[in-house]
């Protein structure tokens, strides 16, 4: 049996992701640890970025939103909401929008806004907050989230933030500048759209099947030519999650 959670799979296999340097806007929740894990192993020159205007945050402990005081301390600056996405996301400075959502369907397309019909929802969720604007002018977004089929329908009920649209083409065509999805991470695998923008698999973690993550997708899920084998989580990345990040187990629970 391992001796990490599902959460601390994904969130070191999201911090994977990050490269030094990179300029990240910070989600809450696991993006929120994925971040701050890999300023502290990989990337130590990560510059994060949360929504409430705070530039180049260097939180002492784990901020337990993007309000939190600690994201002042040590920062590079602070602006206006306004200047932030004005300013910054949409001027093309942003590399990396790391965020969290309800559904993501096969294109990519992200909900996080309600559950059934709009006019008459199943469930009501807080909505997108800055998710809207990071989906479109992030250079590459990642998305991290539980692998299961309610969660990966073939369409989203709502669509809060832009994946592909459609056709990968149709991302373009609509004007929207950023990137779009580049990763999902689950803790079964990481999907990665293919040249049509459609999700497919392209990794398993350790003792997960293509089965399994077939069988929690709600669309046929292929597999990508070379299929990869991500690496376990190390005893540095557990020990910073643990004692250092989130040890009252507040999102690794």
């Given at each position: 049996?391992?001796?990490y959670?599902?959460s601390?799979?994904?969130?070191?296999n999201?911090a994977?992701?990050l490269r030094?340097?990179?300029?990240?806007?910070?989600?809450v929740?696991?993006?929120?640890l994925?971040?701050?894990?890999?300023?502290?192993?990989?990337?130590?020159?990560?510059?994060?970025?949360y929504e409430?205007?705070?530039?180049?945050?260097?939180p002492?402990?784990?901020?337990?939103?993007?309000g939190?005081?600690?994201?002042?301390?040590?920062?590079?600056?602070v602006?206006t909401?306004y200047e932030?996405?004005?300013?910054?996301?949409?001027?093309?400075?942003?590399?990396?929008?790391?965020?969290?959502?309800?559904?993501i369907?096969?294109?990519?397309n992200?909900?996080?806004?309600?559950?059934?019909?709009?006019?008459?929802?199943?469930?009501?969720?807080p909505?997108?907050?800055?998710?809207?604007?990071?989906?479109?002018?992030?250079?590459?977004?990642?998305?991290?989230?539980?692998?299961?089929?309610?969660?990966?329908?073939?369409?989203?009920?709502?669509?809060?933030?832009?994946?592909?649209?459609?056709?990968?083409?149709?991302?373009?065509?609509?004007?929207?500048?950023?990137?779009?999805p580049a990763?999902?991470?689950t803790?079964?695998?990481?999907?990665?759209?293919?040249d049509?923008?459609?999700?497919?698999?392209?990794?398993?973690?350790?003792?997960?099947?293509?089965?399994?993550?077939?069988?929690?997708?709600?669309?046929?899920?292929?597999?990508?030519?070379?299929?990869?084998?991500?690496e376990p989580p190390?005893?540095?990345?557990?020990?910073?999650?643990?004692e250092?990040?989130?040890p009252?187990?507040?999102y690794?629970?």
């Amino acid at each position: 049996m391992a001796d990490y959670s599902p959460s601390e799979l994904m969130t070191v296999n999201a911090a994977r992701l990050l490269r030094d340097r990179d300029v990240v806007m910070v989600g809450v929740g696991l993006p929120n640890l994925a971040c701050n894990l890999a300023r502290r192993t990989h990337a130590p020159n990560l510059v994060m970025i949360y929504e409430a205007g705070v530039i180049g945050a260097q939180p002492a402990r784990l901020p337990l939103s993007i309000g939190d005081p600690t994201l002042v301390s040590g920062a590079i600056g602070v602006c206006t909401f306004y200047e932030l996405f004005s300013f910054f996301l949409q001027r093309g400075y942003i590399d990396v929008g790391f965020m969290g959502g309800a559904q993501i369907d096969r294109l990519g397309n992200v909900n996080a806004t309600v559950i059934g019909d709009y006019a008459k929802p199943k469930v009501r969720l807080p909505g997108s907050g800055g998710a809207v604007e990071i989906a479109a002018w992030a250079d590459r977004c990642y998305f991290i989230t539980p692998h299961e089929k309610r969660r990966f329908p073939p369409k989203v009920d709502f669509v809060t933030s832009a994946g592909y649209i459609g056709p990968r083409a149709q991302r373009v065509q609509a004007g929207v500048r950023g990137g779009g999805p580049a990763a999902v991470v689950t803790h079964l695998g990481i999907m990665e759209p293919d040249d049509s923008g459609e999700l497919v698999l392209a990794a398993l973690h350790p003792g997960c099947t293509v089965e399994a993550a077939q069988a929690n997708t709600g669309w046929p899920l292929r597999s990508a030519a070379s299929l990869r084998a991500t690496e376990p989580p190390s005893a540095l990345e557990l020990r910073i999650l643990r004692e250092e990040l989130d040890p009252q187990r507040i999102y690794l629970s």
